[in-house]
């Protein structure tokens, strides 16, 4: 899997808009950019995926530069429970064979929401 | 959804004793997987069953570990003789088998181990 690098931690108000960058330049044309996150004491959760183009959904949203070098996960209105590690992480579509089945977790970015 | 559920939640084993953690998936989820999680590390990739098919063993798997998935639903991971080394969460994980929605893996709560 292509290889991704995101900042160790970030810090966040309540309530403020949080943007959380990843860097994958080595990103392959068919690679998947995925972020889930990690709450304390739990199991990782799916947060949004994306290919190309920008995505929304009830959780966060997904900003992917033009070329795909980067991408930004947007949390709109950050709360206390929003307090994860986040991981983006690549993927090749699961059809397309080979190992692509496993995700591949980096250390990932620790969010901080301050009251 | 009933979410992906593991037993024991916590394991607190003396070192070269065997333990075993079930992991049972979201219904209907073909796709199984198995992580191991150090403190202040990502997940690590442990295994991979589609149905009861073990398809994917990482090198950290090392012969002490067995998982199985005998009948294509629930699974178990067993650690043989432990070690201290072996302490840590152990994640299960389940995809469905649908397309789109097979891209995801929907993640249990986790077993934590701790070798004495």
């Known amino acids: 899997d292509a290889k991704t690098t995101q900042p160790n931690s970030m810090e966040s108000n309540e309530e403020e808009p949080v943007h959380l960058p990843c860097n994958h330049s080595t990103i392959s044309g068919t690679d998947y950019i995925h972020w889930y996150r990690q709450l304390p004491s739990q199991g990782p959760e799916y947060v949004i995926h994306g290919l190309t183009s920008n995505v929304n959904n009830r959780m966060a949203s997904l900003a992917i530069a033009e070329d795909r070098k980067s991408s930004t996960l947007i949390l709109h209105r950050a709360t206390l429970r929003d307090a994860a590690v986040y991981y983006c992480i690549l993927r090749l579509p699961y059809n397309s064979g080979g190992s692509n089945y496993k995700l591949t977790f980096g250390k990932g970015t620790l969010l901080t929401v301050n009251p | 959804d009933t979410g992906v559920s593991q037993n024991p939640r916590h394991k607190i084993t003396k070192r070269g004793q065997n333990v075993t953690f079930r992991c049972d998936p979201i219904?209907?989820?073909?796709?199984l997987y198995w992580y191991r999680q150090t403190l202040g590390q990502g997940p690590e990739f442990l295994t991979y069953?589609?149905?009861?098919?073990?398809?994917?063993k990482s090198r950290l798997l090392s012969d002490r570990f067995s998982a199985e998935r005998p009948k294509g639903s629930f699974s178990t991971l067993e650690i043989q003789r432990t070690e201290q080394g072996d302490s840590a969460m152990y994640l299960c994980?389940?995809?469905?088998?649908?397309?789109?929605?097979?891209?995801?893996?929907?993640f249990g709560p986790g077993t934590r181990l701790t070798v004495l």
């Open positions: 219904s209907e989820h073909n796709r």
């Open positions: 069953f589609q149905n009861e098919a073990q398809l994917e």
């Open positions: 994980a389940s995809s469905p088998p649908i397309r789109e929605r097979g891209q995801l893996q929907f």
